[in-house]
């Protein structure tokens, strides 16, 4: 079945970038998303990449994807303190119901 | 603003009492999913609704089940909830299978 991996914490100062990676394993996906979870809430859709692109950039953020080792990152750049949340990527697979496998999440810390 | 609401925020029901939670959206999407979130979890799909057609998880336990009254409103029925039932339960539409997925900001469910 589907897998997708990510590291648990990411610790940064603010100003820096931020690099959060994402390992999967379903050659079939379609389209790879990143949410954005603050405490106690939903899921924001930050952004989506089509698995047949290797860079999308939207203003400070970056995903890069690379197909054939099936890893995704999502970069942000000039971190702030509103950053901190956790970012899940998700993989998506069209015909049915695009339904999606979320990774395990990254806790992003952004200390002052 | 077009939006994904659910209601409530946080419920608390007693073990084995029945318990019903409500999303309903104004984007006019045709497909809205269920998302069960254990804490420190990824979401994990229960099911979901592409108009009038209801796609069931094959892992999803009988003991939750879902109504779609209209295109706007999509109820999930907890029947006998446990205490292993607890969670963030979200709920999610997207315009088509296809396209991506927009939540809600969940609500919390406590089981006594």
């Known amino acids: 079945g589907e897998d997708v991996e990510q590291s648990l914490f990411l610790s940064v100062r603010e100003g820096d970038s931020s690099v959060i990676n994402c390992t999967y394993t379903?050659?079939?996906?379609?389209?790879l998303y990143w949410y954005k979870q603050e405490p106690g809430a939903g899921l924001q859709l930050l952004t989506y990449i089509f698995s047949n692109m290797d860079m999308k950039q939207d203003q400070r953020l970056t995903v890069l994807l690379n197909k054939k080792d099936k890893h995704l990152s999502l970069r942000i750049a000039d971190t702030q303190t509103g950053d901190s949340a956790i970012y899940f990527c998700?993989?998506?697979?069209?015909?049915?119901?695009?339904?999606?496998?979320f990774g395990t999440g990254t806790q992003l810390k952004v200390e002052l | 603003d077009a939006m994904v609401i659910q209601n409530p925020r946080y419920q608390v029901t007693q073990f084995g009492k029945p318990v019903t939670l409500s999303c309903s959206q104004t984007?006019?999407?045709?497909?809205m999913y269920w998302y069960q979130q254990k804490s420190s979890q990824a979401p994990k799909l229960l099911f979901h609704?592409?108009?009038?057609?209801?796609?069931n998880e094959a892992d999803t336990p009988d003991n939750f089940q879902s109504r779609r009254p209209n295109t706007s409103f999509c109820f999930l029925d907890i029947r006998s909830p446990g205490l292993g039932d607890a969670a963030m339960y979200l709920c999610?539409?997207?315009?088509?299978?296809?396209?991506?997925?927009?939540f809600g900001p969940g609500t919390r469910l406590t089981v006594t």
């Open positions: 999610a539409t997207s315009r088509d299978p296809e396209y991506e997925q927009y």
């Open positions: 379903d050659s079939s996906s379609t389209y």
């Open positions: 998700a993989e998506g697979i069209t015909g049915g119901g695009n339904k999606l496998t």
């Open positions: 609704y592409y108009d009038k057609d209801f796609n």
């Open positions: 984007l006019n999407h045709n497909v």
